[in-house]
């Protein structure tokens, strides 16, 4: 396993990350239970991953628990980050429906007491905004707090998580101008490499981590998701609309002279494609098995993809039609 630092902060990172969301939400197709969701965790670690990233509406407060379990004797040997701005406390969570956001002063300090009682530590390396909106960036209130914890130890850095669809250019550009920001979180895969490419330009410049997440393009990249899958209006995925799907699907077979040269699968040459670019931190894929983090701990093996074939991906992905970004230029 590499480790990357993570922009201008101190914390080293496992390339590959485990994005813990999916250990208390069944919106992947798989409901997992606590038991499974413990071993996974040490599943984890014991491969070289010392990165666990999760939010506290995860399961309203789920996923931190379980974390918080299998590492409270481990705290050291760990970088845990999570993310707030949710209030979930009176709403049912339902597949990805948005829910109200709060990042008051008040709020804000509550949810990280809440978080580092149920991740059962005093501090964490990373805290996020959970999807924040143009306004909440410029906002020097919110960023005043979160400079207040970096102060006072609570946090060591913090991030911004972008989402929840793919796009919000603005948000990440400006989001890099605040000095104790250190990542920055966006969809980003072979598929969809916009605003994520970017983005990347601007975090080496500024010394701010990307991390990534949704790199299997919903299961496309994995062969989860075909022409034929029927996915339910819970799932996570139910956003890709057919037409998306069959469009991925022509482009799969573009990238697969790539791959096949270099003796790769489809999943790996766009996991190792991710771990090529500069600007990386650290890559999220959506796990629901021990099985999977076995694989997915094999493709950070052997070397990166070539310039060559780096620049052959980059000129593919520039004959393909752009699509909309999704922006928040006119939120109140």
């Keep these: 396993m590499n480790y990357n630092k993570l922009g201008k902060s101190e914390i080293k990172v496992s390339e590959l990350g485990f994005g813990a969301w999916s250990i208390a939400l069944d919106w992947w197709g798989k409901k997992i239970e606590e ?30 628990r379980l974390i918080g379990e299998v590492f409270k004797d481990m705290r050291h040997e760990v970088v845990l980050s999570t993310k707030y701005g949710y209030d979930f406390s009176q709403v049912e969570q339902i597949g990805h429906k948005e829910l109200p956001q709060k990042f008051d002063k008040d709020f804000t300090k509550n949810a990280l007491r809440n978080s580092l009682e149920r991740l059962q530590t005093d501090y964490l390396d990373i805290y996020g905004l959970h999807n924040p909106k143009l306004n909440h960036i410029r906002d020097n209130s919110i960023f005043d707090v979160l400079d207040s914890f970096v102060k006072d130890k609570s946090i060591n850095t913090y991030q ?20 104790n920001l250190s990542a920055v979180q966006t969809v980003y895969n072979i598929l ?3 605003p994520g490419n970017e983005l990347m330009k601007r975090a080496e410049e500024k010394d701010v981590g990307i991390l990534v997440r949704v790199p299997e393009a919903s299961g496309i990249l994995t062969g989860k998701v075909n022409a034929e899958t029927k996915i339910d209006e819970k799932d996570h995925r139910s956003v890709r609309k057919g037409e998306w799907i069959k469009e991925s699907l022509e482009k799969v077979e573009m990238l ?74 006119q939120a109140n």
């Design 35 to 64: 038991d499974e969701a413990k071993r996974m965790l040490k599943k984890a670690y014991d491969l070289g991953i010392n990165f666990f990233e999760t939010g506290d509406m995860y399961g309203k407060g789920k996923s931190e």
């Design 160 to 179: 911004v998580a972008l989402g929840p669809a793919i796009g919000w250019t603005q948000e990440g550009l400006e989001a890099m101008e605040r000095p």
């Design 192 to 194: 969809e490499q916009a």
């Design 256 to 329: 697969k002279p790539i791959a096949e040269r270099n003796d790769l699968t489809i999943t790996e040459l766009s996991m190792k494609f991710i771990m090529s670019k500069k600007g990386f931190a650290s890559v999220f894929p959506t796990i629901v098995s021990e099985e999977e983090i076995v694989n997915y701990v094999e493709m950070t093996k052997g070397g990166y993809i070539s310039a060559t074939d780096m620049k052959e991906i980059d000129d593919l992905f520039n004959t393909w039609p752009s699509y909309e970004l999704k922006t928040t230029l």
